[in-house]
């Protein structure tokens, strides 16, 4: 079996390290039709390097607390990536630990996903992932991506989808 340098979530979520050009033939042997960044650091791949559609950032920090709005619209985007018929939806940020893991964390929570097992779901595939980092997260910002979640994101448009391989 093959290895690549991108960690399989669900049949639509993929997670890991910064999508540079140096992992693009895994982005494309997974399929990969959409890429979020949510580093600091802008994108080195295009929409044309995939092909994909479409590559977003959203300029996260990792040493401090999401803020909610920077939050909210990185779910959104994230909402609106994977609700595309087909798509597969590469999230990341640089190293693939912090960042991208909470950000799919709280995605899949917000869409109904178990907190504790959703977090022991993406530690299974990528074992340096810390999703929920409390540096990120706190109590206040997780129950409002839950609310944002169940006003928008439910019934989820491919329930299928979010479930993990």
Same mark, same amino acid.
């Given at each position: 079996?093959?290895?690549?340098?991108?960690?399989?979530?669900?049949?639509?979520?993929?997670?890991?390290?910064?999508?540079?050009?140096?992992?693009?033939?895994?982005?494309?042997?997974?399929?990969?039709?959409?890429?979020?960044?949510?580093?600091?650091?802008?994108?080195?791949?295009?929409?044309?390097?995939? %092909?994909?559609?479409? #590559?977003?950032? *959203?300029?996260? @920090?990792?040493?401090? /607390?999401? $803020?909610?709005? =920077?939050? +909210?619209?990185?779910?959104?985007?994230?909402?609106?990536?994977?609700?595309? %018929?087909?798509?597969? #939806?590469?999230? *990341?940020?640089? @190293?693939?630990?912090? /960042?991208? $893991?909470?950000? =799919?964390? +709280?995605?899949?929570?917000?869409?109904?996903?178990?907190?504790?097992?959703?977090?022991?779901?993406?530690?299974?595939?990528?074992?340096? @992932?810390?999703?929920?980092?409390?540096?990120?997260?706190?109590?206040?910002?997780?129950?409002?991506?839950?609310?944002?979640?169940?006003?928008?994101?439910?019934?989820?448009?491919?329930?299928?989808?979010?479930?993990?391989?």
């Amino acid at each position: 079996m093959e290895t690549l340098s991108i960690y399989p979530m669900t049949p639509a979520l993929w997670q890991g390290g910064f999508a540079s050009p140096g992992r693009l033939d895994d982005l494309r042997t997974a399929g990969v039709t959409h890429i979020l960044n949510v580093s600091l650091t802008p994108c080195e791949l295009t929409p044309a390097d995939g %092909p994909f559609t479409e #590559v977003v950032r *959203h300029a996260l @920090a990792d040493d401090r /607390r999401l $803020p909610e709005d =920077l939050t +909210l619209s990185a779910l959104d985007t994230l909402h609106r990536m994977i609700a595309v %018929p087909g798509s597969v #939806v590469y999230v *990341h940020c640089v @190293a693939g630990w912090i /960042r991208s $893991p909470t950000i =799919l964390w +709280l995605y899949l929570f917000a869409c109904g996903g178990d907190a504790r097992q959703t977090a022991r779901e993406i530690t299974s595939r990528n074992l340096g @992932a810390r999703p929920g980092d409390r540096r990120l997260i706190d109590a206040p910002l997780v129950e409002t991506v839950h609310e944002h979640g169940q006003r928008h994101y439910r019934p989820h448009p491919r329930p299928e989808a979010l479930l993990f391989v």
